[in-house]
């Protein structure tokens, strides 16, 4: 149980193009969802947390404006990278947390690959 | 707000050797604590969460941590590991009143034969 679906795996782009990434929970409702954000060999930095029928909330340092969150559903969030330029290229990973029957936790999607040429 | 220390980027280990890698954590409040491990090219797998209860806290493929309060410490342990275990591990914080969940820099676990 507490699966979440990340699509696309891998996505090329063209620089000053906008890529969409959708994550979704399979068989729970997540009120929240966390987008994570991951250079090579380096840990996972938090983007932004996502609320169900509210605005995300954003890290320091994160643009909103470039990093357009949407949490339209109980089990849908999607990240857009607006206008994507090269140093946007990293491995974006998105969580939901989960509650339920006394067990507390996360689950991740498998990541997406984004290279912006 | 959190924040979670590994001091150690990298670990290089002989084949059934004993390994600990360490973290420590910063929290105005209580936590939760996890350890997860990445493999090249994949997501995160769970290995083991500290949630409350008895602060020995046994995971997957034979690991364990303990959580140490008084040290803000909750190190990982492997008693003999193998080849297989090479790859990425992070310690994550979140904190009780939040629901954000804070990763570590990481530790890359090279075990060699």
């Known amino acids: 149980g507490a699966v979440v679906s990340q699509h696309p795996s891998r996505v090329i782009c063209k620089s000053g193009t906008s890529v969409k990434i959708e994550c979704r929970s399979l068989d729970f409702q997540a009120t929240t969802m966390f987008w994570y954000r991951q250079f090579p060999k380096q840990s996972l930095m938090l983007m932004a947390t996502s609320n169900e029928g509210s605005k995300a909330t954003y890290e320091q340092g994160v643009e909103k404006d470039k990093f357009l969150i949407n949490h339209a559903s109980l089990t849908l969030s999607t990240l857009t990278v607006t206008s994507a330029h090269p140093e946007d290229s990293s491995f974006y990973i998105c969580?939901?947390?989960?509650?339920?029957?006394?067990?507390?936790?996360?689950?991740f999607g498998s990541g997406t690959r984004l290279t912006v040429v | 707000a959190q924040s979670v220390t590994q001091l150690d980027s990298q670990v290089p280990v002989f084949e059934e050797a004993p390994v600990e890698l360490r973290c420590n954590y910063s929290s105005s409040v209580s936590v939760y604590l996890f350890w997860y491990v990445q493999y090249p090219n994949q997501g995160l797998q769970l290995l083991l969460k500290y949630l409350s209860g008895s602060t020995l806290v046994k995971g997957i493929n034979g690991f364990e941590a303990e959580f140490n309060k008084s040290q803000t410490s909750f190190h990982l342990r492997k008693p003999s590991v193998h080849i297989s275990d090479t790859a990425e591990y992070f310690c994550a914080v979140s904190e009780r009143n939040t629901d954000k969940l804070i990763f570590g820099t990481g530790t890359r676990l090279q075990v060699f034969p």
């Open positions: 969580s939901a947390s989960f509650t339920g029957a006394g067990i507390y936790g996360y689950t």
